[in-house]
């Protein structure tokens, strides 16, 4: 099973930007489409952005649409979330996982285990 770390979050006010990182482990990373997700407190995880496992394909929730970037580098075995131009209502704890393909990311059937995800704070 891949293992899944994140980090880059933090505080930031609105307007700003922030790029969070997921690193995986194990060899076979670059045969996963890979999905963000956020959670904000008192509310269920939601999708975020998704990308197929060569970094051809991308899809992403509509609230994100036109903000937020999601990469990959298979050679680092790391998938990346640009986000620029925050919002207050972006502030959750922002996680990873691998998936199948971007259809089952954006239906939220991830294979591996939820990490401990980043927080991301936007003030207004």
């Known amino acids: 099973q891949v293992q899944l770390v994140e980090s880059g979050g933090g505080l930031v006010q609105a307007g700003g930007s922030l790029r969070l990182s997921c690193a995986a482990s194990?060899?076979?990373?670059?045969?996963?489409?890979m999905g963000w997700f956020r959670q904000a407190p008192g509310k269920e995880r939601e999708f975020v952005a998704a990308?197929?496992?060569?970094?051809?394909?991308?899809s992403y929730a509509d609230s994100v649409k036109g903000r937020f970037t999601i990469s990959r580098d298979n050679a680092k075995n790391t998938v990346y979330l640009q986000m620029n131009e925050l919002k207050p209502e972006d502030t959750a704890v922002y996680f990873c996982?691998?998936?199948?393909?971007?259809?089952?990311?954006?239906?939220?059937?991830?294979?591996?285990?939820w990490g401990q995800g980043t927080q991301v704070t936007v003030s207004s």
């Open positions: 996982n691998t998936h199948r393909t971007i259809g089952t990311a954006v239906n939220g059937q991830g294979l591996s285990s």
């Open positions: 990308i197929s496992w060569g970094g051809v394909s991308r």
């Open positions: 194990g060899r076979t990373f670059s045969s996963y489409a």
